[in-house]
């Protein structure tokens, strides 16, 4: 079955930039979504589309795929984003196939 | 505001059933697809099923195939998750969420808060 890797944990300093990978085989053919979930909470989008960000989302989140890794870029990094990052795609190029996420980045702000 | 409220979520023993609720408002959601997805304690993400809009489209994924029916109700503006044959493995936290889906690409957004399912005798 289709899977995202991502690493399982990530450790920044405040005001330094926090990169998460995210590698599948599929990546070149669907769109990377990326959720934030925070301890005891629901996830929430923070990009769509691959480097779409969502009305609210702060602009220190940045997205990119390059057809191999998608890659999360949190800028200036605050002690409020540490939480739990996931990754997620679709395993084909249909419109909404076997839906798919990472296994989870945790973000710890030192 | 657009938003979606899970209920339904409770103890169940071994073998037993439950059905899950979704209430949605601010938008319809017959011109969405609607989706549960998963988080055992301590686990990541899985998307166990979704419905498109028009309900001719639905997935399950393999964990949950042959024992869980997902419907809605348009009239009442609600998605249904109906779970059979539970098990401890179906311990977790079952959240509804709107999936936008465009070609090549879908997200989810909002997610409820969740419900909790917990399979014990």
């Known amino acids: 079955s289709y899977e995202l890797t991502q690493p399982p944990s990530v450790s920044v300093s405040p005001g330094q930039t926090a990169r998460i990978t995210c590698s599948g085989d599929?990546?070149?053919?669907?769109?990377v979504s990326w959720y934030q979930q925070k301890s005891g909470q629901a996830p929430i989008v923070v990009i769509y589309?691959?480097?779409m960000r969502p009305s609210g989302i702060p602009e220190r989140f940045s997205a990119s795929n390059s057809g191999t890794a998608a890659t999360l870029s949190i800028s200036g990094v605050q002690a409020e984003d540490e939480a739990v990052y996931y990754c997620?795609?679709?395993?084909?190029?249909?419109?909404?196939?076997?839906?798919?996420f990472g296994g989870g980045t945790t973000v710890t702000v030192l | 505001q657009v938003q979606v409220v899970e209920s339904g979520g409770g103890l169940v023993k071994p073998g037993g059933s439950l059905r899950l609720s979704c209430s949605v408002s601010?938008?319809?959601?017959?011109?969405?697809?609607m989706s549960w997805i998963r988080q055992a304690p301590g686990k990541g993400l899985e998307c166990l099923s979704y419905?498109?809009?028009?309900?001719?489209?639905?997935y399950y994924a393999d964990s949950v195939k042959g024992r869980f029916t997902i419907s809605w109700d348009s009239a009442k503006n609600s998605v249904y998750l109906q779970m059979s044959s539970l098990t401890a493995a179906d311990t977790a936290m079952y959240y509804c969420?709107?999936?936008?889906?465009?070609?090549?690409?879908?997200?989810?957004?909002?997610w409820g808060q969740g419900a909790l399912v917990t399979v014990s005798s």
């Open positions: 969420a709107r999936a936008v889906v465009v070609p090549a690409a879908s997200w989810f957004d909002p």
């Open positions: 601010g938008f319809i959601i017959s011109d969405f697809y």
């Open positions: 419905i498109s809009g028009s309900g001719k489209t639905i």
């Open positions: 599929a990546l070149a053919k669907q769109y």
């Open positions: 589309k691959d480097d």
């Open positions: 997620q795609s679709a395993a084909s190029s249909s419109t909404f196939g076997d839906v798919v």
